[in-house]
């Protein structure tokens, strides 16, 4: 059992101001029949990022059908949390409308940068705004350095979030200049949060490991699965189960995917998203330099749901 990659869908080659490079973080909409709308975070030639979408037939992935000519949410106001930049980390609804949840990019003096958590929300026929000016969630006494992408799920009566957080920065000059894990937090409403202060999802120092980021879950027969980036040398993808959400058993043995012998993915692969369309089973991810390849697509055809 294996994915099968199915090949680059989207690489940004200066299409507009605002996407000069990188599709990072891909995240998949169905909008009808096989058509889907890939939303991701691109950037300017000054490295700024805003988020934007390709729409795709899953039959056919390498064919764009349609190419967003205006981002759907881009940098903040001037001394706001995402004034550096937003990047995508997921989308989901409620009550008719999407929740689209973002970083907000802050650049730093002492440390390279520091992250919020933000959300934008957009009901039919209308576009993203933001909630609010300020995030929903950000550096506080249990997080104090920086936080990551969230993955949030609506779970029966309960708003739930897997997100990461620095443990610590060290010195740039460094190879791991940080350490980084995952951590857990409720809603009733997915915007209010309550953080849990233990990491659910730590680190492997031994095997040289210092980053997991980026996680992505679905629940299947009361399970919990999640797929997330993990870096030492440089990103994989890993896989862990749970039967709570909160006390993890990883499994990267079991991801069945790993870079490609040469071409885009080849050094790295990172930030999946995996979701279900029909009897098939898809994810998305980046390669190599965290976007700037572009993303690609695998099938796991084998595995019903």
């Excluded at 740039?172 to 809603?187: G, I, V």
């Excluded at 965290?290 to 099938?299: E, H, I, Q, S």
Aim: one cysteine or more; a neutral charge.
């Amino acid at each position: 059992m294996t994915w099968n990659k199915l090949g680059l869908v989207f690489c940004p080659n200066n299409n507009y101001e605002w996407m000069q490079s990188h599709a990072a973080n891909p995240v998949a909409e169905h909008l009808e029949n096989d058509i889907f709308r890939i939303y991701f975070s691109t950037r300017n030639k000054n490295n700024i990022s805003s988020l934007g979408f390709v729409d795709i037939d899953i039959k056919y992935p390498s064919e764009v059908i349609n190419i967003s000519n205006t981002p759907i949410l881009s940098p903040g106001e001037l001394g706001t949390f995402d004034t550096d930049g937003v990047s995508l980390a997921c989308i989901t609804h409620n009550q008719g409308k999407k929740y689209l949840y973002y970083l907000g990019w802050n650049l730093c003096k002492s440390v390279p940068w520091n992250n919020s958590i933000g959300l934008a929300t957009q009901t039919i026929g209308s576009n993203f705004e933001r909630y609010s000016k300020g995030p929903i969630m950000g550096r506080d006494i249990h997080d104090p350095y920086t936080i990551s992408y969230p993955w949030v799920m609506k779970d029966e009566d309960k708003w739930k979030m897997w997100y990461g957080t620095h443990l610590q920065w060290n010195r740039p000059e460094e190879r791991e200049s940080f350490l980084h894990a995952l951590k857990y937090a409720e809603s009733n409403d997915g915007i209010h949060w309550k953080k849990h202060t233990e990491i659910v999802l730590p680190i492997d120092s031994s095997k040289g490991e210092y980053a997991i980021a980026k996680p992505c879950v679905i629940k299947e027969n009361d399970i919990y699965k999640m797929w997330y980036a993990h870096r030492g040398d440089k990103y994989r993808i890993g896989y862990a189960e749970s039967k709570d959400g909160i006390q993890w058993t990883r499994k990267d043995s079991e991801v069945f995917i790993n870079v490609s012998d040469s071409g885009w993915d080849s050094e790295s692969i990172e930030y999946p998203f995996v979701f279900k369309h029909q009897k098939s089973k898809f994810m998305l991810y980046n390669g190599n330099e965290y976007g700037r390849t572009g993303f690609g697509l695998a099938v796991w055809k084998d595995q019903q749901w």
